[in-house]
Structures are given as structure tokens and as C-alpha cells.
């Protein structure tokens, strides 16, 4: 950690150049002594990339940024403010604190929370930007969280912990066994700390794999950012053996979108299917990647193209779905020649479901140009037969 970066004439610096052209700008002799151009740039960059993720933390006066790439792999505040409230009590303890922007959020809910960070720079970074942000009741660890709390002696409310893959495992099915730190291996001896775990994954980890890994799994959390799925959160409680609930969010600016529903249930639930009617709903991200595609249509009635087309029709429109609705104007057979009379040339927005082809193979073949007022949907109905619905969005008028 540079600290003559936080010097008041290298502060406005950066403030002054937060726009300007990092890579020109590196070209450049530092103005500053002491201070490579590399480490200013860094700043530049990391600061212009918190500006709409971490808004408190770019409208702070000498806050000091850690790379862009960490930047890039935090929470966004939206999320640590989701996760936040899903917790409460005295002392939450998080042991992979990174650059801090969850234990920020975490600090609203406990009397006392503990960032431990094994990076020492990036500790002494995090706790900087606390004081500045004028937080008082989070305690820097610099060291291993995990040897930290195994030697403490110390009981907590909650545990928070985001492993990260290990470089070894890439290009493997993801399993939160191979990431550090082991989650798994380390579950029995955090139990012995605290009652409450919240771990938070990537969306690339499988439900089904995480739960089989894991134990006394309570809740699991698919949180989407405007219909783009960001993390999985796991809530475990100690000895519990219910059913996991998987609840699903999707904070979409102006409206936040809820679908609630219990694994055990999701297999049984009755499901109608129904060729395509007046309306066509399509799930939100959040929805697609939890798979309670039979218990959303038990909750709200609709019913489904096919079994493995997740979309959902209706006669009359049904409020606040949890996703896009859409007013079907025209059903027709994947036939070529037709399509490319009613489509080619023109404009649409194309998206498939249960469907052999892709959008870019689509769009080449029959010369759909990106945007417009459509939306086409290449998909199998109920009699597995290749459909096309060409829809408006359901509040405009075609």
C-alpha cells in the first residue's frame, strides 16, 4: 500500500483524469515522485469501475482501491446489502474479508464484526477505507480466517465466508472443495464457533452439487442483479434436517423480484401444459438457474409450453410475474420459407428455449437484424414440435 497515493495533489490528480484514457495516460511520465504511473492508472481504473458497483465507496474522499480485477470480483453494494439482511445478532466474523465491501453492509446488522484478510496490503487497505467511510465497530484481522477463528477460542453469531477457486481446478466441474478455503472439510470445526454459516458462492456452482457437498443446509439464496444471476448464498444452520427453502431475487431497478419455493416440493408439483395462448411468460435468471420451473407454475397457475421449455402461457395476463410477459401476436411452424417472409430483412429480438439452433445461427440464416419492437421466440410446444411466436412486450401496443 503506496501511501503517498493518498496525498491531497495526488488525490486530485486522479479525481481530475477519473475520465481520461488510462492507456494513453500510462504512456505518460508520473508527476509524482515516488509514485510509478502504473500505481496511479491502477488507481484511475479501479475507482472508475466503483462508480455505479460501489457508489459510497467512489463518492468517498481518499479511499484507496486494491486492483481493478478485485474490484471486478467483489460484491456490488446492492449485494452485500441483500446478504446483510438475510443475518443479525452481536458478532459476525467474516473470513475471507477481501477488500471489505460485505463486512460494511454486515456492520449495520452486529455490534461487532471481524474482516480477516490473508493479504496483509489488502487488510491495511480494507481498514483505511473503513475510517474513512466512518465505520467504528469492525475489527482488521490480517491473517488466515481460518486459522484465526480455530485458535480464538471466541463464539460468533455468524460465520460469512466467500471461498475462491483454487487456479488448479479451472476448466473442472466446480466443487467448493477444491476452492480455499475447503469449506467442506473446515464445516465441523466452524460449528464449533457459531450456530449461523452464510457462504457465498459463483452462480456456476451446481444446486445440487453444493447441497450434496455441504450439510444442515436451511436456505439457498439465487440473487440476480437486473436479470443477471451474480451469487448463490447457502444459510446454514447448525443441525439443522428440514428441507432447504430456495428463495430467488432479482433486483431489477425500480421493482425487486421474489420466487420462493422448497426443494423437496419441486418434484411433485403439478404442472398443466397448453399450447401458446394471448400471453408468454419467460422466467427471470434467478428463476431459470434455481430449476422451479414445475413449483412457479403450481404458484401461479400458468401453464408450460413443454416439459423442458421453460415458458409459460396464459389467456388473461398475469400480474408482477417474476420475469418478462409478453403478448403473443402470431404462432407459426419453423417453416423457412415462411419465416423468412414474415422476419427477413427486418428486425427482432431472438431467443430460444428447448430449441436445436442458436440465435447467431438463426439470425444468419434467415438475415434478422438485433432490436426492434419484436420478440421472437424459437421454441417445442407440448407435441415437441419447433414453434415461432413473434411477440410485444405487454404494455406495447404493435
Not at 199 to 226: F, M, Q, W, Y
Amino acid at each position: 500500500m503506496n501511501k503517498t497515493l493518498l496525498y491531497p495533489e495526488v488525490q486530485q490528480y486522479i479525481s481530475e483524469n477519473i475520465y481520461t484514457d488510462t492507456v494513453a495516460l500510462s504512456l505518460r511520465k508520473s508527476p509524482f515522485e515516488g509514485i510509478a504511473m502504473h500505481e496511479i492508472t491502477g488507481q484511475i481504473d479501479a475507482r472508475k469501475k466503483s462508480e455505479k458497483k460501489l457508489p459510497s465507496w467512489f463518492s468517498t474522499p481518499g479511499i484507496y482501491y486494491p486492483s481493478k480485477l478485485s474490484i471486478e470480483q467483489t460484491s456490488s453494494e446492492k449485494t452485500a446489502g441483500y446478504k446483510a439482511s438475510l443475518t443479525g445478532g452481536d458478532s459476525l466474523i467474516d473470513l475471507t474479508g477481501g477488500f471489505g465491501v460485505d463486512c460494511r453492509f454486515f456492520a449495520r446488522q452486529f455490534k461487532q464484526v471481524f474482516h480477516c484478510e490473508v493479504n496483509e496490503e489488502l487488510s491495511a487497505i480494507a481498514a483505511h477505507n473503513f475510517r474513512l467511510l466512518g465505520i467504528t465497530n469492525i475489527t482488521t484481522v490480517p491473517g488466515n480466517g481460518i486459522d484465526y477463528i480455530r485458535t480464538s477460542g471466541k463464539q460468533f453469531d455468524w460465520i460469512y465466508i466467500d471461498p475462491s477457486r483454487r487456479s488448479d481446478s479451472k476448466g473442472k466441474v466446480f466443487m467448493l472443495a477444491d476452492c480455499i478455503p475447503d469449506v467442506p472439510f473446515h464445516l465441523d470445526m466452524l460449528f464449533t464457533h457459531v450456530d449461523n454459516i452464510l457462504i457465498k458462492t459463483s452462480p456456476i456452482l451446481d444446486i445440487s452439487n453444493g447441497i450434496r457437498e455441504l450439510c444442515d443446509v436451511r436456505e439457498i439464496h439465487i440473487v440476480a442483479v437486473n436479470n443477471e444471476v451474480k451469487e448463490l448464498l447457502w444459510l446454514l444452520e447448525k443441525k439443522y434436517t428440514g428441507d432447504c427453502q430456495i428463495k430467488t431475487v432479482n433486483l431489477n431497478d425500480p421493482h425487486t423480484e421474489k420466487f420462493n419455493f422448497r426443494r423437496e416440493a419441486e418434484t411433485g408439483a403439478h404442472v398443466s401444459y397448453s399450447p401458446p395462448l394471448n400471453y408468454l411468460y419467460e422466467p427471470n435468471a434467478a428463476i431459470m438457474k434455481s430449476g422451479g420451473f414445475r413449483s412457479l407454475s403450481k404458484k401461479t397457475g400458468l401453464s408450460k409450453l413443454h416439459q423442458h421449455t421453460h415458458l409459460y402461457t396464459s389467456e388473461d395476463c398475469f400480474p408482477d410475474f417474476p420475469g418478462r410477459t409478453f403478448r403473443i401476436l402470431k404462432i407459426m411452424d419453423y417453416n423457412k420459407k415462411a419465416i423468412k417472409k414474415e422476419l427477413g430483412a427486418g428486425r427482432a429480438n431472438i431467443t430460444t428455449r428447448n430449441f436445436p439452433e442458436s440465435v447467431a445461427t438463426i439470425r444468419k440464416k434467415f438475415g434478422i437484424k438485433d432490436g426492434g419492437d419484436r420478440y421472437v421466440f424459437f421454441t417445442t410446444d407440448r407435441n415437441d414440435t419447433k414453434t415461432v411466436l413473434i411477440c410485444a412486450k405487454s404494455n406495447v401496443i404493435l
